[in-house]
């Protein structure tokens, strides 16, 4: 057998294997499952953001064709136990219990109430609408800020407060910085400002969807989720279900954004009627659904003071933060506020530090992570703070920046708030922008455009961003009082073949992880990009992982697949030894060869691999199998950064924007594949710009979702956005074998900013000094107009 | 209620309940899951397929409304184990992710090149305005769809045009379709 000749893969723009079922047609979403005797379930859901249900009658429904089963809060509310918190972010975090059917009270417009099991959707529907319920209306809480005040009507009576926990960093306390307090008294420019996060929907594009079959000795879950290692974990620890009799498989998944990284109340209501009728069970939401019950992310209040000297060099920083948990805590809510604590600072050096966030309950639907998660919103609270720095100086934000960020020979460089990054070079990639933007003639029209008084002006917006990526060190998350590790788990095993398979614990929905993964092993073990196979997302045959993530599957998951692929290579070193009659120290392995150093004498990995099959003649005490494990927990966080640069034509009539052009330059370290990571950085991209222009999850007085379809929500489409430049520095991490980064939601995390700060760049001289996102027409127009904002 | 239709070039006599949407027919009477479900309000384009040759969010057509026609899904484009070009480019220009709108939006793009075989960026984003994508930001698409214009131009070659007549023959037979909430 020959091994393959050797063009590196790494590196290449590798046309997707995954694509090849994607493009046909021949996927396997979820909801495309049917077995033997499934049924399908419909779940009623409160119509009203608070009350107390008084009474619920199913019998009418009970008696309707096909239907097999009325489940209610009361019946099941021993077995369903509290869906999981993972992230008790303080010893005294209140939390109340978060029932999958609302047993006495509901919290939120959309939790469900019931749910009915039948024969046919359309039964299940049907009979739906014959369930009666009486609910006595509360008053709704809706305002954060209203919410944490005195005398606040209260989400949940008898925690009586809203504020679920307040978390606290203090560079003073913490002995990494200065006093702010200090800092802000002493500071000769002092700038405050407070930013909305709107509330976001992550509205992936395929609904969550989750079959049940009971029928084996294993209970078989298919959902539509990012995590199906931890929903096993949290399905056998909520419901009292040994681990081992669970069996949890992600299939094809039709994108997640953070929206998928749960355990949701219908997985659960699934699990427990289909294993109490012995039959699969079907759910799917509506899109209707999904926008109301699935949850949202962002909404936040951010209150920043920043103390900086007439030079432009930042003295102090201080961000005190309200987050929206909506109605109760799902799987790592209380967490994503804090994940932004180290990220206010982002690349600067900020020698006083003071971050304070309180998380409110109120009578919406429950938040938790949306792409980039806490990060976002620090980026864009502090790179809007940097723009307006500038301007209260005088001074030029691009200088203002560098003035502050940490110089690329300063690396590795620990943060006021406790980070170290390991590497960086903002000035290579701020440079490499600046030139695709052409921002100095961007520039020069943008005061023509202002002189001659234009009616439509030029805005330039900036964002250098850092994020952290890979989650997570498990002893930071420990110490985060996170509550699990951030390892990734991997096999790679040669089969008699020579063929590969590779089990990864991260779980793609979307990422490319076959294609890259598949580069980095043929990489490795000097075989065919072909003859490799990467297995994912059934607890059956990848049996451990902590799944996608938080920028996380290259960083963590792929370097498991690295560890184990050594492991593999060592193994098969002392088999081709001993096949060569040398010892282990003498053979070298080199593009799936072993050599005996300094001869000619060579033989093949895939060669070995069948010797080891046949076992005729391995050396005392080798196993036949060229199989190996491995768990990599990674040391650090990687710091992927960038400059982004965006022009916006601000048209001051009628307060439409339209971006011009946007240019972006990430360093996300080493690429494996730069179609994927052009792929990645475009959505990104578009779901940032979509914060600042387009989506705003927005409830009536009554707590009603009134954006509750797609009609009402504006996720972009191909017409509402431009073409991006895109371009690359590399600075490899240097905490990670690969020198990766991870770039998932890097688009994401630097493009609010950029836009915003374009808009207002536009409208700046006609007196604005924010616009509250989305920057919608309307909204623009009354910042320049003095409307009633 | 008794319709006939071809799907995919098989034909079917089957009974349909009145309310049955197009998609649900496709997907659950026939098991033809390549075409998936986005929405309940017409907004996202994922169930797009041919209809007589002319595109349709096949969730705002009632299944007896295909009575007497010819339906064609993403997994009726591939010929002899050869991809259609539009799928091709979609692969060549990594044009999807996660892929769930990707059946909608070949379906919309064969559309578009239908009724202007060779758009420019602008005229291709309006053209695919009513199918959305979350992964992409829609560059890939964009450049996918220009791709396949050029491949399916006069002189691209045998097969492509082979392809190409085929689509255009469809649309050129083109009677207008009811869509429904759009
Ligand atoms: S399913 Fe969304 S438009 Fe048809
Ligand atoms: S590729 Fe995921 S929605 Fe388009």
Known sequence: MMTATIEPEVGKARRRKEDARLITGRTRWTDNIVLPGMLHMAILRSPVAHARITSIDTSQARGMSGVEAVVTGADIAEAQGSLPCAWPITDDMKSPPAPSLAVHTVKFAGEAVAAVVARSKAEAQDALEAIEVDYAELPVVLDMAEAVADGARLTHEDLGTNASATWKFDSAEAGTGGDVEQAIADGEVVVHRTFRQQRLIPAFMEPRSVVVDPTGEQLTMWSATQIPHILRLMLAMTLGVAEHKIRVIAPDVGGGFGGKLQVTPEEVIAFLVARKLGKPVKYTETRSESLQAAHHGRDQIQKLTMAARRDGTITGLKVELLA??????????????????????????????????????????????????????????????MD???????????????????????????????????????????????????????????AERRAKNDPVQLGIGISTFTEMCGLAPSRVLGSLSYGAGGWEHAAVRMLPTGKVEVVTGSSPHGQGHETAWSQIVADQLGVPFEDVEILHGDTQSSHKGMDTYGSRSLTVGAMAVLKAGHKVIDKARTIAAHMMECAPDDVEFEAGKFTVRGTDSSVGIQDVALAVFAAHDLPDGVEPSLDSEATFDPENFSFPHGTHLCATEVDTETGQVRIRSYVCVDDIGAVINPLIVEGQVHGGLAQGIAQALFEEAVHDESGTLTTGTLVDYLVPSAADLPSFTTGLTETRATSNELGVKGVGEAGTIASTPAVVNAVVDAVRHLGVADIEMPCTPMRVWQAIHGGAR | MRISVTVDGTKYDDDVEPRTLLV?????????????????????????????????????????????????????????GQLHPMQQAFHDNHALQCGFCTPGMIMQSLDLLADNPNPNEHEVREGLEGNLCRCTGYQNIVRAVQDAA?????????????????????????????????
């Open chain 1, 324 to 385: 929206d948990m909506g109605a109760y805590l799902r799987l790592v809510t209380p967490g994503v506020p804090i994940l932004g604590a180290f990220m206010f600072n982002a690349i600067y050096k900020i020698p006083a530090y003071h971050f304070a966030c309180t998380n409110v309950f109120t009578n919406k639907t429950p938040t938790d992570a949306y792409r980039g998660a806490g990060r976002p919103e620090a980026t864009f609270a502090i790179e809007r703070m």
């Open chain 1, 388 to 446: 307006e720095l500038a301007v209260e100086l005088g001074m030029e934000p691009l200088e203002v920046r560098e003035k502050n960020w940490i110089k690329h020979e300063e690396f590795p460089y620990t943060t006021v708030s406790t980070l170290t990054y390991d590497s960086g070079n903002y000035e290579a990639a701020t440079a490499k922008a600046k030139d695709l933007f052409g921002y100095d003639a961007l520039r020069a029209e943008q």
């Open chain 2, 24 to 80: 649900h027919y496709l997907r659950e009477q026939l098991g033809k899951t390549g075409t998936v479900v986005g929405c309940d309000t017409s907004n996202c384009g994922a169930c797009t397929v041919h209809l007589d040759g002319h595109s349709v969010k096949s969730c705002s057509v009632l299944a007896v409304q295909a009575d007497g026609c010819e339906v064609n899904t993403i997994e009726g484009l591939e010929r002899d």
């Open chain 2, 150 to 182: 050029g491949k399916m131009s006069p002189g691209a070659g045998p097969e492509v045009e082979r392809v190409a007549n085929e689509v255009a023959g469809r649309h050129s037979a083109r009677t207008p379709v009811s869509s429904g909430g759009e």
